[in-house]
T-cell receptor, first 114, second 113 residues
Framework: EAEVAQSPRYKITEKSQAVAFWCDPI?????LYWYRQILGQGPELLVQ????????DSQLPKDRFSAERLKGVDSTLKIQPAELGDSAMYLC????????????FGQGTRLTVV | GESVGLHLPTLSVQEGDNSIINCAYS??????FIWYKQESGKGPQFIID?????DKRQGQRVTVLLNKTVKHLSLQIAATQPGDSAVYFC????????????FGAGTRLFVKA
């Protein structure tokens, strides 16, 4: 069964350092999402791509976060510099089309900033 | 601001009983409402959705009810099993722009054997 792949699974970084997460969506899925999930809360949408274009990044802290999906396939989310408050689970999800309500999530990257 | 929220943070049920998880929403413009299940250490998994012009939809062992008058959504799980233990999120999918999915805070379901 096709899955959304994310790496790394866990990341510990010091504050003020740069960190990057990678996501490979299910083949053929045009829509890709990055969510941040703080412990005990629901996922919060950071950025949504349709192919290689950003559809929604209204909740992305653009002073320190960046996301790209250059060829419309895999994607990278970067934080520079990391802050203590960035500690969270970063989830990637994909769907066949933006109109689809069913998104398939990866297992996430657990980030701890120390 | 607009939000999707849940009535109870935890729910404990006996194995074999039916479970009902409730959710309140505030945005009447949502096109779809969705339920996701998240097991420990995993990403959320889609369970079922319901379009805003419907009031009931059934899946395998699950039923979602939508009451637009009081802006309330519920997920009913029949014959709850230990494997149903997880956090359940209701979410709304807004069709403007990129069909953004907004998640609520979640309800943790414990199934007692």
């Amino acid at each position: 069964e096709a899955e959304v792949a994310q790496s790394p699974r866990y990341k510990i970084t010091e504050k003020s350092q740069a960190v990057a997460f990678w996501c490979d969506p299910i083949s053929g899925h045009a829509t890709l999402y990055w969510y941040r999930q703080i412990l005990g809360q629901g996922p919060e949408l950071l950025v949504q791509f349709q192919d290689e274009s950003v559809v929604d990044d209204s909740q992305l802290p653009k002073d320190r976060f960046s996301a790209e999906r250059l060829k419309g396939v895999d994607s990278t989310l970067k934080i520079q510099p990391a802050e203590l408050g960035d500690s969270a689970m970063y989830l990637c999800a994909s769907s066949h089309r933006k109109e689809n309500t069913e998104a398939f999530f990866g297992q996430g990257t657990r980030l701890t900033v120390v | 601001g607009e939000s999707v929220g849940l009535h109870l943070p935890t729910l404990s049920v006996q194995e074999g009983d039916n479970s009902i998880i409730n959710c309140a929403y505030s945005n009447s413009a949502s096109d779809y409402f969705i339920w996701y299940k998240q097991e420990s250490g995993k990403g959320p998994q889609f369970i079922i959705d319901i379009r805003s012009n419907m009031d009931k939809r059934q899946g395998q062992r699950v039923t979602v009810l939508l009451n637009k008058t009081v802006k309330h959504l519920s997920l009913q799980i029949a014959a709850t099993q230990p494997g149903d233990s997880a956090v359940y999120f209701c979410a709304e999918n807004r069709g403007t722009g990129g069909f953004k999915t907004i998640f609520g805070a979640g309800t943790r379901l414990f199934v007692k054997a």
